[in-house]
């Protein structure tokens, strides 16, 4: 694919970035020419990953680990965007969450966000301070499921996903008199491993894909591919005008 510029000179950092959403923006960014750090908890898809583009620099990252954290933010350059991608889906209501899961889905999915964001953000304003233009930026994962729209069996994720955009608006608040912008992504039903997991572990796998594919308007699911050049715009400068936004890319779902 034709490499072009859009991330030229930025030091982009991706959670979860081993396979998936996180995997396809983290090459997307690359050929858009950016120093992309790849970072996820599984060595061998990154060192994959680390084979597939140039540009790209992997680290084993468990986002769950404010010290593992603390000491890649004290490694690096300082970023001019992070795409907080890692996250879990707990399958369930109410009654099917215990204290345990409840706390293992805001641990992943808010709380890991919290301490990316802690680490790496006096760095991101410190590089706002000195650049014109679109400053730096910040993509949290949230979902569909957290918008507009409930769904059932997503008691959990969409709670945890529901706290990812007050965050995201709170810190787009904070900082936007800093050169710092905050947006949260909002994908549909994407066609990742996680999504073929949950599918495999259904009573009837057939009947839980069609059912997957039959609430997206479009009529089919999600690549990657369909959601990493949003999170590419959202880097760029060409959103330099956006911020605390909650950004869908669903397919319809919530039209």
């Not at 904070?174 to 259904?202: M, W, Y």
């Not at 869908?248 to 039209?255: A, H, M, P, R």
């Amino acid at each position: 694919m034709t490499t072009s510029s859009r991330l030229r000179n930025k030091t982009i950092l991706v959670t979860a970035a081993a396979q998936g959403i996180g995997r396809a923006t983290a090459l997307a960014c690359a050929r858009e020419g950016a120093q992309v750090i790849a970072t996820d908890i599984n060595a061998a898809l990154l060192d994959k990953l680390a084979h597939a583009s140039t540009g790209i620099r992997t680290a084993v990252l468990d986002v769950r680990s404010a010290e593992a954290i603390a000491a890649l933010a004290a490694e690096l350059p300082a970023l001019d965007g992070l795409f907080n991608c890692a996250g879990y889906v707990h399958h369930g209501s109410v009654l099917d969450c215990d204290e345990a899961a409840w706390d293992f889905s805001f641990d992943l999915n808010v709380k890991s966000m919290y301490r990316m964001v802690r680490a790496f953000l006096p760095g991101m304003l410190d590089k706002a301070k000195r650049r014109e233009g679109g400053g730096t930026s910040i993509v949290n994962m949230a979902s569909m499921a957290s918008s507009v729209k409930g769904f059932p069996n997503r008691f959990a994720y969409g709670a945890s996903k529901a706290a990812v955009i007050g965050m995201t608006k709170a810190l787009a608040a904070d900082h936007v008199q800093q050169g710092l912008r905050c947006n949260a992504l909002c994908p549909g039903t994407v066609d990742t491993p996680s999504l073929r997991e949950r599918i495999a572990a259904a009573p009837d796998p057939a009947q839980a894909e069609r059912d997957f594919i039959a609430r997206q308007p479009m009529g089919r699911l999600a690549v990657a591919e369909d959601i990493a050049p949003q999170v590419v715009y959202l880097l760029s400068d060409e959103s330099r005008f956006v911020t605390g936004q909650v950004v869908l890319v669903d397919g319809g779902v919530t039209i």
